[in-house]
């Protein structure tokens, strides 16, 4: 009677520590109940499962006879799920805006040749404002002025307050985001080409006082009703 | 009357000596070009030039992205000076040999044009450049190192201030056990010299059983209670973390800290998990958005060469070779979740589920991602209906209801909103 109650203690105890440490911490991820319902049988962006052997409990029904979790892609390089988009195709977004053509060493081009597409608006100004400090103020500052916290390490960060920066157009501005110049890397991959025009808005009128803002419409009127669909291009990385 | 004179004569001539010092070390080892305006209107109205536009890349003594500014009319005649800083390029397209080779010294960093300056602002900013105060950029550094210091020893405190309680606590309370125990110790001496009857005789000598104490039954039942409260609680919550990673923390490929990143440097999730206001994944930033720093930044707190870390990113890029991150919050394929639903239209703060990340070394999952935790969140979670018409029937809908519109009253228990 002694002995099978002592038993039994031990083991629930056992049973106890070893289900405590199905828990997850450090690079242990602790136990699935359901390993069939937690991985994605389909592609999934920022999940690839390279393991091709493992099997779980169950049998696998795959046809390749791979592991029932392996889900990377295998006509992809290095097995990945996303891909570039194939040779000589020409991408357009929602807006209908195409790829950005201009190449970073054309920013004359640029500056003088491209027109803001969005409209002026409070609502605009605001979003700016919003977009301006998630993605410029690290390096140049709430107010533009090259302070910002990373902009102290890296150096030479553009006062977008001083008078070698007031006078840029629009089009520039938006090359420079878009491009990167100088020291500053190319934020196209990061930014949607209409939230930097927004924040080329911001950056015009409420850090720069709208100096020279309409310089690009001044000198192309003529090819400002084609822009729409030819001026705002973006290339992928070159 | 010989004397005096000398001792006047001593004394002037220490008088030019220290100015004399205090000019060599104020100018240093050149001289400036004495067209150079030194009067203090010119140099104060210089240095706000200077902090506007030059600062960023120049210092006065330090080099930086550019060269020290100070003695740069004594390195070149002032006129050629002026034109440098309107038109850089155009100096160097001119062939002058020193402006050639300082370009090529510097990496063929090209100085923008900056021909807005009046002939009055160069003068003022050459004055700055020549005399401007030297102690600025040593205050400077110092001030920061302060505010460094201070960051750093803000997180600690309150955990240290609670350890060094809890120890005081326990050497207290192991005192008064000692005190305690000599004053019985004291007392039963002290009653056993006197003349008691045999009753208390007996209490007096009894001596404290420690197996008696364990046999009783009293004793038994406490601790066996107490051992499968235990066991069951530890059984229990194992049970319950199965299928939960709360707490997952992987070591990454690259030892990157969100602590410095998101937290000393403040820099912006979104600045890198660019696809979070966009759509399902907040996307984990691919190698050139860490080269828009890392192009410049090799090394952490300006140490010399390229940190082993950092040259990680430099293989990836060189080789075209992803760098695989392990994901650390794995929501089971049976959940849709969606980031931009919650952090565009629910406004929902990064750390509300992930925690403050912008403390963490190396990132865990902070959340149990759970469905209870989900349903919990939507239960309580009232909606901003304010200046949006696609709620405005919704509202009127719920206007009968006491509580507040809540993600639950709309849909938000809803079954297949995530499970389809």
């Not at chain 2, 629910?346 to 925690?355: F, N, R, S």
């Not at chain 2, 999952?365 to 759970?370: I, K, V």
């Given at each position: 009677m002694k002995i099978a109650k002592t038993l039994s203690i031990l083991g629930i105890a056992v049973a106890g520590i070893t289900l405590a440490g199905c828990r997850a911490g450090g690079e242990n991820q602790g136990l699935e109940y359901a390993p069939q319902m937690y991985h994605s049988v389909a592609y999934e962006p920022l999940t690839q499962i390279m393991d091709s052997e493992t099997k779980g409990d169950l049998i696998s029904t795959r046809e390749d006879g791979k592991g029932e979790y392996f889900n990377s892609n295998i006509n992809n390089p290095h097995n990945m799920n996303m891909r570039e988009p194939v040779a000589n195709t020409v991408p357009r977004n929602k807006q209908g805006y195409l790829p950005y053509r201009y190449k970073a060493f054309e920013i004359e081009e640029a500056g003088t040749s491209m027109k803001n597409p969005i409209e002026l608006s409070d609502e605009v100004l605001t979003e700016g404002k919003r977009l301006y400090q998630l993605y410029?103020?690290?390096?140049?500052g709430t107010g533009g002025q090259g302070d910002g916290k990373v902009g102290a390490i890296i150096g030479g960060v553009a006062n977008l307050t001083g008078g070698a920066y007031v006078g840029l157009s629009e089009g520039h501005i938006y090359h420079v985001i878009t491009k990167g110049k100088g020291r500053m890397g190319a934020h196209g991959s990061q930014i949607t080409p209409e939230n930097r025009w927004k924040i080329v808005h911001y950056v015009k009128q409420e850090l720069q006082g709208g100096q020279n803002a309409d310089n690009a419409t001044a000198t192309t009127e003529v090819v400002a009703e084609a822009d729409?669909?030819?001026?705002q291009v973006e290339t992928p990385a070159n | 009357m010989l004397s005096k004179r000398s001792l006047v004569g001593v004394r002037l001539n220490f008088h030019t000596l220290a100015v004399l010092f205090f000019l060599l070390i104020g100018t240093q080892a050149f001289a400036a070009d004495p067209s150079v305006d030194n009067s203090d209107e010119a140099v104060a109205a210089g240095k706000a030039l200077f902090n506007t536009n030059c600062k960023t890349c120049h210092r006065l003594d330090q080099k930086l992205v550019g060269p020290a500014l100070r003695g740069a009319t004594d390195r070149a005649p002032v006129e050629l000076v002026k034109s440098f800083i309107k038109n850089s390029q155009a100096v160097i397209a001119s062939g002058n040999a020193y402006y050639s080779d300082l370009y090529k010294e510097y990496n063929n960093t090209m100085m923008i044009s900056h021909e807005f300056l009046s002939d009055e602002d160069l003068n003022n900013l050459l004055a700055y450049i020549e005399y401007?105060?030297?102690?600025d950029p040593a205050a400077a550094t110092a001030t920061g190192d302060a505010e460094g210091g201070a960051v750093a020893a803000g997180g600690g405190i309150p955990n240290e201030y609670l350890t060094i309680i809890l120890g005081v606590l326990v050497v207290v309370l192991l005192l008064i056990l000692i005190v305690l125990g000599l004053i019985i110790s004291v007392l039963t001496k002290y009653l056993a010299k006197q003349d008691l009857d045999e009753d208390d005789k007996e209490f007096v000598s009894q001596k404290t059983n420690l197996g008696k104490v364990f046999k009783s039954d009293m004793f038994v039942v406490i601790v066996t209670a107490l051992v499968v409260a235990l066991v069951a609680k530890t059984a229990l919550d194992g049970l319950y973390s199965v299928g939960v990673q709360q707490g997952y923390a992987p070591e990454q490929p690259i030892a990157y800290s969100h602590a410095l990143h998101a937290g000393t440097l403040e820099i912006e999730c979104q600045y890198c998990h660019t696809g979070v206001e966009l759509g399902k994944s907040a996307n984990i930033p691919s190698a050139n958005i860490c080269m828009n720093c890392h192009t410049h930044v090799q090394n952490v707190q300006g140490a010399e060469g390229v940190s082993p870390e950092i040259q990680k990113i430099y293989d990836a890029v060189d080789n075209n070779q992803p760098i695989e991150w392990v994901r650390v919050h794995n929501l089971p394929d049976l959940a849709y979740f969606n980031h931009s639903q919650h952090v565009v239209v629910?406004?929902?703060?990064?750390?509300?589920?992930?925690?403050p990340i912008q403390e963490m070394e190396v990132v865990g999952?902070?959340?149990?991602?759970?469905m209870g935790w989900c349903i919990d969140c939507h239960r309580q979670t009232e909606i901003t209906t304010e200046g949006n018409a696609y709620y405005d029937k919704l509202v009127q809908i719920h206007s009968d209801s006491k509580d507040a519109l809540k993600v639950k009253d709309i849909g938000g228990l809803e079954c297949a909103k995530c499970h389809y």
């Open positions: 410029c103020t690290p390096c140049h729409q669909d030819v001026s | 401007g105060d030297t102690a629910g406004e929902v703060e990064c750390q509300t589920c992930h925690g999952q902070h959340s149990a991602l759970t």
